[in-house]
């Protein structure tokens, strides 16, 4: 009855939220920008509901790449969410970011940005060489085509990175529908972004009383 240890938990792991900013978005063309926008959302609300170790993190925020999405900051709003504002494509040779990010002390890092051929790669294979077990949340990635986004998750996971999908973050940390003090915001956050799976729910919640 023990889950495998290489299931997430909200304390096993820390999640790396990187450059979800409109200049990023602008270019990304793997996955509609709208959908882009839902599946943050639906991660950043998982990691508010589960309090897990996050890192929010910008790349020169104020001088060209702008705010952070809507839907990041209604979970981390920029006034008390410390963000971390780089120079560096690689948000792993930024001092401030890594410090940020080891000192969480956890031996998983989720991660999950634009654009995943540069800022994702690169932190996701300089985590795995200092030891360090790497999942991405490839549906809460873009790229500036499919192609530049497909070679990236795949040189990823050639070097040992676990790939999964928003919706598989969330429902991993839920894990058992009796954790009732998750239960409710979990389904509310699926009723409002979760497409016709949180109808779904909105629906039996409304016409089944479940």
């Known amino acids: 009855m023990k889950p495998s240890v290489n ?5 096993n ?3 790396v939220l990187i450059d979800f900013e409109g200049q990023m978005a602008f270019a990304t063309s793997n996955i509609p920008v709208s959908e882009l926008r839902t599946n943050v959302a639906i991660v950043a609300g998982a990691s508010k509901i589960f309090n897990v170790a996050t890192v929010v993190t910008t790349v020169a925020e104020e ?7 809507p839907e990041l900051e209604e979970f981390y709003p920029i006034a008390t969410s410390g963000y971390i504002d780089r120079t560096t494509m690689n948000t792993w040779e930024d001092e401030n970011a890594y410090k940020a990010i080891v000192a969480k002390n956890k031996k998983k890092i989720v991660l999950a940005g634009l654009w995943t051929g540069v800022c994702i790669v690169g932190p996701a294979l300089s985590a795995i060489e200092e030891g360090y077990e790497v999942y991405v949340i490839t549906d809460a990635c873009g ?6 986004h497909e070679r990236a998750v795949q040189r990823m996971v050639q070097a040992g990175v676990i790939p ?3 919706i598989q973050y969330l429902l991993e940390l839920q894990r058992d529908w009796a954790r009732e003090e998750t239960y409710g915001p979990v389904t509310t956050l699926m009723k409002k972004y979760g497409g016709s799976y949180g109808i779904g729910i909105h629906y039996a919640h409304n016409m089944l009383k479940h």
Do not use: Q, R
């Open 63 to 69: 001088s060209f790449s702008g705010p952070v999405f």
């Open 143 to 148: 790229d500036v085509s499919n192609e530049a």
């Open 164 to 166: 999964i999908t928003s």
């Open 7 to 11: 299931l997430l938990s909200p304390d």
């Open 13 to 15: 792991h820390a999640l």
